[in-house]
């Protein structure tokens, strides 16, 4: 009786465990400012204005050397680039 209650035991931990460090996980699977700007300059090359983290997407600011300014939408999720314009 006791090895079963314990084992019980053992797993709800486990499963509370699991269950509340899942959005931690989550939300360290997103790429960080520096590689949204890396990314966007990758893909539009320019001088960095600003960068900006709404909703999980990196609005990323960019004056390029004939003069464009241009705003790269980039998922954090997944670092791939939405538009550029």
Request: hydrophobic letters at 45%; zero cysteines.
């Amino acid at each position: 009786m006791k090895t079963t209650l314990f084992s019980l035991l053992q797993t709800i931990m486990l499963a509370m465990l699991l269950v509340f460090n899942a959005p931690l996980q989550a939300a360290s699977e997103t790429i960080d400012k520096q590689q949204a700007v890396s990314i966007a300059q990758q893909t539009y090359p320019g001088r960095v204005l600003s960068v900006k983290l709404k909703d999980d997407i990196y609005q990323v600011k960019t004056l390029s050397e004939d003069g464009e300014v241009r705003v790269i939408l980039i998922d954090a999720r997944s670092g791939k680039v939405i538009t550029g314009s």
